[in-house]
């Protein structure tokens, strides 16, 4: 083929290569491929990276965790060497192919832990990983009773690298190598987080008047709910004179109270309306719905869900705490599980 022949955009391609000055060495290099003496030498390489979708497990339980690979490979420089008058259609072929070098093939993805995560599937392949591409990959696996906090995994990866490329009588001969790194990722192993509930409220609200809202919470999960702090959401017809309330510490089963001022419009009608409470703790947050009745002054009365039903509520969930710490604990006590 003669020059004049090659398309618009591949000598554009070819220009734009040439640019770049043959001694100048990119800092951060991704690798260098040097390939035997044909009519081009490439620097570059696949670049693999690994992210964890679903990083967070419960203890105690099996589940597949969710990886993405992504190759950030580039080709730093392309180098051209003597090109000899009638080669040129082949020169150009051999260009680019030799961006296959930054192709990982034939991957293998083997995830390894020697912690309290057991892997419980094996290897996963991919045919190809091109530059730019993703690929989402899954491991099922296995988190030991009492694990907790972060667990360090590693990926170990195999793949086969273009390495050279050469071309006869329009043949294309690559020649592959392995190559293969190791990729560390964390998983972060928590206990349930904290369920908090309404277990009561009482009021004493007026149209036109101040007046003041109880809320008492409790916490029904299985792990302390820590630095709690409430906060009403009100609309018309409440204004809130105190918006949030400091709660302090709830452990599974413990109870405490948010209370509130408040000023109720003087056109608010004697029904019932609702508001919302926020609360807020470390490493999270919970929203409840409360229920608040106004009323005509002269019928005014304090709206109290019975103190019996409160305390039997803070009973249940202590009682519910006690059960699950105490099979927790036989359960932590008993024969160690077989391992895998």
């Known amino acids: 083929m003669h020059p004049d022949q090659i398309s618009p955009l591949l000598r554009l391609l070819i220009a734009f290569l040439l640019l770049i000055p043959a001694g100048a060495s990119p800092a951060g290099a ?68 030799e961006f296959g070098g930054i192709d990982a093939s034939d991957l293998r993805a083997d995830l390894v832990s020697d912690g309290p995560v057991k892997v419980l599937s094996g290897p996963v392949h991919l045919d190809r990983l091109g530059p730019g591409e993703t690929a989402s990959i899954e491991f099922e696996i296995e988190v ?37 790194l190791q990729l560390d990722l964390i998983l972060s192993v928590e206990g349930a987080p904290p369920t908090l509930e309404l277990m009561g409220y009482r009021s004493y609200l007026a149209p036109g008047e101040e007046g003041s809202i109880s809320i008492i919470v409790g916490n029904a999960g299985e792990s302390d709910a820590a630095n709690c702090t409430a906060r009403l959401v009100a609309a018309s017809p409440f204004a809130p004179l105190t918006e949030r309330s400091r709660l302090g510490d709830m452990p599974p089963g413990g109870v405490a109270v948010a209370r509130f001022d408040v000023l109720v419009e003087g056109s608010a009608r004697p029904q019932e309306y609702s508001i919302g409470c926020e609360i807020s703790f470390d490493g999270g947050e919970a929203s409840l719905s409360v229920p608040l009745t106004v009323v005509s002054p002269d019928g005014a009365r304090l709206l109290i869900v019975p103190l019996l039903v409160i305390l039997l509520g803070a009973a249940a969930l202590a009682a519910v705490w006690l059960i699950r710490s105490r099979t927790n604990s036989q359960r932590r006590g008993g024969p160690l599980r077989s391992r895998r």
């Not at 690798?31 to 009519?39: L, N, P, R, V």
């Not at 009492?146 to 170990?156: K, S």
């Not at 990866?157 to 009588?169: H, R």
């Open 30 to 97: 991704i690798g260098e491929i040097q390939f035997a003496g044909d009519y081009y030498k490439v620097e570059g390489g696949p670049k693999i990276d690994v992210s964890v979708v679903n990083p967070v497990f419960p203890p105690g339980t099996n589940g597949t965790v969710r990886l993405i690979l992504a190759n950030e490979g580039v080709v730093l420089r392309l180098v051209p060497g003597a090109v000899p008058p009638g080669s040129e259609e082949e020169a150009a072929s051999e260009m680019v192919a």
């Open 144 to 180: 030991e009773e009492g694990a907790e906090g972060p667990i360090p995994l590693c990926l170990d990866i195999e793949y086969e690298q273009q390495v050279d490329v050469s071309f006869s009588g329009g043949t294309a001969s690559p020649l592959y190598l392995p190559s293969s």
